[in-house]
């Protein structure tokens, strides 16, 4: 019999794991009202307390590039400025 492996998003975790910070019930209580073991939760528990302090970074050199270039964002503003020039001069 072969089960399948569950996969959690990244909401489901933080909350449970935010639950757990609180400590205001037992690990146990928690893993069998998200039908968890105790060791997931305590794994997911240090990771995000290993990683808390990167979300207080304001380094911008470790900020994230959002995959969209800037080189190409002001290019097509150049362009669009003179298209709306040369509209404004062919109106008068």
């Known amino acids: 019999m072969s089960t399948s492996r569950r996969k959690f998003s990244k909401e489901f975790k933080s909350k449970v794991v935010l639950e757990a910070l609180k400590e205001r019930v037992p690990l146990e209580v928690l893993a069998k009202k998200y039908e968890l073991t105790p060791t997931q939760i305590s794994?997911?528990?240090?990771?995000?307390?290993?990683?808390?302090?990167?979300?207080?970074?304001?380094?911008?050199?470790?900020?994230?590039?959002?995959?969209?270039?800037?080189?190409?964002?002001?290019?097509?503003?150049?362009?669009?400025?003179?298209?709306?020039?040369?509209?404004?001069?062919?109106?008068?």
Do not use: R
């Open 43 to 92: 794994v997911w528990k240090s990771l995000a307390l290993k990683n808390f302090g990167n979300v207080f970074s304001s380094d911008p050199a470790e900020k994230k590039d959002d995959g969209v270039d800037s080189q190409i964002l002001y290019a097509q503003i150049g362009q669009l400025k003179v298209q709306n020039d040369w509209l404004k001069k062919k109106l008068q």
